[in-house]
């Protein structure tokens, strides 16, 4: 990772210590909605209390919504209960401009606000835009930045860095137009597209299992391993964006971004070093090796299906279409199972399996990687009755660890083989809570990390893959199926995966 900013803080301890933020001023956009004050506030709260952030540090929100310096100032002071004496401090610095995107006047103002910050606090014209807007005015706002050039550094040594937020893009091609709209304000150098699920610890894992160990590797191929299984399962279920989720569906909500991220770092070789750009070579060639479907075969590896009524924890939960800000004849898919095929030397043959929900039984994410069967079984049959092939199973939430499961024999005078599990759980072998992921990602974009963000290659290769399957969903090839909330989703997944004589893992 880059130490472009690497202080010296007694205070912090391990790693933490080289990667402090510079002095700047953090630009949120969106600042009066549910994410700044849900994720940024808190993360960045988190890491005010652990020093990562300089004196020199401030926040200027602006939105559409009409509010004073001091009510943005009451915002950021709720939005923390029980925050650490930094805070305050930082709210003192902070202040709000109320406006419209597309009013020029909007971003006058902001350059001048930044001038006066510079100036009283010493930021030294380093800003971090935050994109935490609707997707439908990215592009906007970072044309009007550039308009008033506040999208290159004003002074030598000062950075200029914006964050956005997903969806990137509709399908492959308004990403790429919104990508062309970025790129004619800001250098891809400057763009740091988030994608929540690597800034969770138990993603970055997959890295530190697979490169930090000489066991595993060997291993993390098509001779040992049979197929593998990545599950994203969610108990709940649209809540209150019934309206946003009607235009996005599953597909595009958590396969093209979360799936595709976890996957690369399943698939990926080896980067030569941890840098960022070695990191995300890897990942983008791992997507590329990735089968694009072809349309006419997708009713053939795809699955969709919506959530009915049903029971989720103990609680009797609506229908997909009886949510707000739903239609009552929604055709939009609250799950997907997908199988897709590896194209090159380390995966060919060998099937990923890949399925997420709303409303299943219970909130979990994990990669199974599933060995092949040992090639003799020396032992009757009825010895191994209780033994299924080996798995490792990394487990990324909620309960963050790893799984191997291999088979033991049962005491007693009779040889009998069942599988035990041997485990790794983060809660119990480390005592310190990891950072939530938004608090490691707000960090890395002010650093100048840009290892856990999409590089633009990546999010169109993403596309690529799950586009064939959208376009044939929305030619009607593919009728939605069905699935009671509170199950492990519709019949037809299971019919999906055994007609290769497989099985979905049961959590
Ligand atoms: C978001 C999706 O990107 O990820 C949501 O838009 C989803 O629909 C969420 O609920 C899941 O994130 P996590 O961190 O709870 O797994």
Redesign the pocket.
């Known amino acids: 990772m880059t130490t472009e900013a690497a202080f010296d803080n007694p205070l912090a301890e391990g790693l933490d210590t080289v990667r402090r933020a510079p002095p700047g001023v953090l630009v949120v956009f969106g600042a009066s909605g549910d994410l700044t004050h849900r994720k940024l506030l808190p993360a960045l709260e988190r890491l005010s209390r652990r020093r990562l952030l300089p004196a020199a540090f401030a926040v200027i929100g602006i939105a559409r919504t009409e509010m004073s310096d001091d009510a943005f100032r009451d915002v950021m002071v709720e939005a923390v209960p029980g925050a650490g004496p930094g805070w305050a401090e930082i709210v003192k610095n902070s202040s709000y401009i109320t406006g419209d995107y597309a009013h020029p006047g909007t971003f006058s103002a902001l350059a001048q606000r930044l001038g006066q910050v510079d100036e009283a606090l010493g930021t030294g014209g380093t800003r971090t835009y935050y994109l935490a807007t609707v997707p439908d005015v990215f592009a906007e706002v970072a044309r009007m930045l550039g308009q008033v050039k506040l999208n290159r550094p004003a002074h030598p040594g000062a950075t200029v860095r914006l964050v956005i937020e997903?969806p990137f893009g509709h399908d492959r091609a308004t990403a790429r137009q919104l990508d062309a709209a970025l790129h004619e304000v800001f250098d891809e150098e400057q763009i740091y597209r988030i994608d929540?699920?690597l800034g969770?610890e138990t993603v970055q894992n997959v890295l530190a299992l697979r490169f930090a160990n000489a066991i595993f590797e060997p291993l993390w191929t098509r001779n040992y391993i049979d197929h593998v299984q990545v599950t994203?399962a969610?108990s709940?279920g649209v809540e209150k964006?019934g309206s946003f989720?009607e235009k996005a569906g599953a597909l595009r909500?958590?396969v093209q971004?979360?799936v595709m991220q976890v996957l690369s770092l399943t698939l990926m070789e080896p980067a030569s070093s941890i840098d960022s750009e070695r990191i995300r070579d890897e990942k983008v060639k791992a997507l590329r090796s990735v089968v694009v479907p072809q349309v006419p075969e997708v009713a053939n590896i795809a699955v969709r299906a919506q959530y009915d009524s049903g029971w989720v924890e103990g609680v009797s939960v609506p229908g997909y279409r009886q949510e707000d800000g739903v239609d009552p004849h929604s055709q939009t898919e609250t799950y997907v199972a997908l199988k897709l095929a590896v194209d090159n030397w380390r995966w060919a043959g060998v099937p990923i399996y890949v399925r997420t929900g709303?409303r299943l039984q219970k909130?979990l994410?994990e990669v199974a990687l599933q060995f092949k069967e040992v090639p003799h079984l020396a032992f009757p049959k009825a010895a191994a009755e209780g033994l299924h092939p080996n798995a490792l199973v990394l487990r990324i939430?909620p309960d963050e660890g790893v799984t191997l499961r291999f088979g033991a024999k049962v005491p007693g005078q009779a040889f009998r083989v069942r599988d035990v599990l041997m485990d790794f759980s983060y809660g119990t072998a480390f005592l310190e809570d990891p950072p939530d992921?938004y608090e490691r990602l707000l960090l890395d974009a002010m650093v100048g990390d840009p290892t856990l963000f999409i590089r633009t290659d990546e999010v169109d290769t993403a596309w690529q893959i799950v586009e064939p399957v959208i376009e044939a969903w929305s030619a009607g090839a593919a009728p939605l199926a069905g699935y009671a909330a509170g199950s492990w989703g519709p019949r037809q997944a299971d019919t999906l995966i055994q007609r290769d004589g497989r099985q979905w893992r049961t959590p």
């Open positions: 997903k929540h699920y969770k994203v969610e709940l964006r989720y909500d958590i971004n979360h709303k909130r994410t939430q992921a």
